[in-house]
Structures are given as C-alpha cells and as structure tokens.
C-alpha cells in the first residue's frame, strides 16, 4: 500500500473514530517521518533468521532482555515481572526472581549482580542470591516512570533510559498501552539517565527523545547509543573526550522500529528491530488532529506491529555490518540481542522463547 493509499485509509478509519473522541492528555505533535529504505539495500530480504533456535523458559513469556552471566547461564526478563535463567547450554529453565513490576532491558554490573530497567518501579539490581533493590526511581526530581534501556560502563556508571516522562507505563495500564499513547503523540518525552553507584545520585544528560529505548556504550568507553524508536534512529551521545556531552545521530531512517540496543564483539553493535515501519503510522507524521483521534480507536482497528524478524550489527560509524532477517517472523517481534562467543540468544515481546542462532549463520554484509 503505498503513501497516499494509507492516508486516505486513516483519514476514512479516524473520521470514523473522531465520534469516539479523543483524550485530552494526549497532544499530537506535527512531524515528518523519514523516507521508508524498505528491504534494500544493507537491509536486503533474506532469511537468515529461520534457524534460530528456540529455547523454553517455562511457564512465562515476553522475554524482552536478555543476558549472560560469567558462567555463560541465561537470564530472561520476562512479562509477569520473573527473571529466568537458563543453564549454559539453554535447558532447565527455571525462576531465578521476581522484581514484582515489568523488568525490561536487563545486563550484569561489574560485581556480578544483574541491573534491570524496569518499566514500573524504575532501575534495579538483583544480587546473585535473587534479591532485589530499587537504586533509583526518580532523576533531576521528575519520576521514572518508563525506564527501559541499560548498559554498564567499565567505570560501574549505569546508563539507562526513561522512554517517557508523560506516559507511565504502570499509569497507563502497560508498557504497550504507553508506547501506543507516546507514539501518538510523539511529544518527545524520552530521556537518556546516568546512575552514579557510589552516590546513588541520577542525572539526566539528554531530554527531548522519541521514545527513549535501548542503550548501548562503545567499546572504547568514549560515547554511549540510545535508540530513538519512534523517529527510526539512533542517538550517539559522547561521555568522554573533546565531545563530551554533545550528541548526534549515526544511523538514520531505519526501516523498522529500533527496540533495544547492546554491545557485542569485534567493535560491534547490535539492534533489534521489533517490527517493520507502518504505512499509516509515517503518513500521518504531520496531521497531528488525525492521530490524535486514534486514541479512542479500538485496539483490533489500531495499526498494529508486524511480525517480522529483524536484527542488524553495526560499528562504532553506524555502518551495517550484519542485517538477519526471517519474513515470516517464525521468531516474533524480535526485542534484543545477546552475543556470546557461539551464539546470538534473541528476546521477543511475546514469545514463550528465547531465541538462539549460532553464529555460523554471520555473514558480513548480511
């Protein structure tokens, strides 16, 4: 369906929905989406994604992060707030704890204790013995209320993300029904924090993001990414050297919605990117009044995400190195990536899995 195809079908769908009305908390902002690339190019179909494993964790589902300690164990956040782990080589699935909220990304401090975002109580960490202490739920005196993205620095620094300042997730019913409401708008309420562990001090060091999502730090500890997922793009912020505090953009109009971010080997970077761009979405970018209809649209008539497997490399220049793809989305709604020396373990938003492609299947350029 191409541009003008997909405007006049949300404008027939929100004419509709406008005798629904509208809310009034949410504030459509006008924007221009970027040009779609679609599948070419560096992002060229292919099917590299069909021999991903999957591997059961149990009773649960939606292991959005995922992470491996130094013993190579497994660990899964997951929908119902329980962390899973997994022995080394993906078996015995069992709940290793539970922060009680919605732990998102997750990844392991320098002490061997699990650090988790979690979409409704803020950033956690989770000692080898499964215990759980909240280390922040504010920053700058502006609650949490949709942290998402982490990563540990060398220096034990903590970056994460607060994907919205406006629509909690908890608030708003779940991290779903958020991102919905944020997108919509797209008021640019993302923010990029900074966890000091030996203060306990937070700071924010940029505002002003669409949908603040994951994060990732360079391997020369020099700047951090943070992805940008309802502009389709992603932010490089520096945190040392001459441009310390600036930021800037490495790779632009991507052709899916960027999910989480995480720092892999060999100088590489790998995104996740949940689902494929929608048509109506991007064609009523700069009609602000029509999206803002959507918000009392039905959710089996709101445009959906697509399934679709999706998962890119890049290096520190934002140049794609690795673009993995499965059409049929065997493995759905890809959320993140976790490489090892032998393997790439995958989360999903809605699997009952985890994900697991040995890395066999790279090959560079695609």
């Not at 932010?235 to 991507?254: C, F, M, T, V």
Request: proline share 6%; hydrophobic share 35%.
């Amino acid at each position: 369906m191409n541009h003008r195809h997909n405007f006049r079908y949300g404008v027939c769908v929100l004419s509709v929905l406008s005798l629904l009305g509208c809310s009034s908390l949410v504030k459509p902002v006008s924007w221009e989406a970027p040009p779609n690339p679609g599948y070419t190019c560096v992002y060229a179909k292919n099917d590299l994604l069909k021999a991903v494993e999957q591997l059961s964790i149990g009773e649960e589902n939606g292991p959005e992060g995922v992470a491996a300690d130094a013993a190579g164990r497994i660990y899964a956040s997951t929908l119902s707030g329980k962390i899973v782990r997994l022995e080394p080589d993906g078996s015995h699935p069992s709940v290793w704890a539970d922060t009680g909220g919605r732990p998102l990304g997750i990844t392991f401090d320098n002490a061997g204790n699990l650090i988790a975002a979690d979409a409704f109580r803020g950033l956690l960490s989770i000692a080898p013995d499964g215990t759980v202490t909240e280390l922040a739920t504010e920053a700058d005196g502006i609650p949490i209320r949709y942290a998402n993205g982490v990563a540990v620095a060398e220096d034990g620094l903590i970056y994460f993300t607060d994907s919205s300042t406006k629509f909690g997730a908890k608030e708003s019913g779940g991290t779903m029904e958020a991102a919905t409401l944020d997108t919509i708008e797209h008021g640019g309420h993302g923010r990029l924090l900074c966890y000091h562990p030996e203060t306990g001090q937070v700071k924010t060091l940029l505002s002003g993001i669409h949908y603040a999502n994951g994060v990732a730090v360079s391997h020369d500890q020099q700047f951090v990414l943070v992805n940008e997922t309802t502009s389709y793009r992603i932010i490089r912020y520096w945190i040392n050297g001459e441009k310390k505090g600036q930021s800037d953009h490495i790779l632009e109009a991507l052709p899916g919605f960027p999910d989480n971010l995480s720092t892999g080997m060999n100088g590489l970077f790998w995104v996740a990117l949940v689902s494929p761009r929608i048509g109506m979405v991007d064609s009523l970018s700069d009609y602000p009044s029509l999206r803002g209809m959507a918000v009392g649209m039905p959710k089996f008539m709101q445009p959906g995400p697509k399934h679709y497997g999706h998962i890119i490399a890049i290096d520190a220049e934002g140049r794609v190195i690795h673009n993995l793809q499965d059409p049929d989305g065997a493995y759905p709604m890809i959320t993140g990536v976790c490489e090892t020396p032998d393997y790439l373990y995958l989360g999903s938003l809605v699997s009952h899995h985890i994900g697991r492609l040995h890395k066999s299947h790279l090959r560079f350029g695609q």
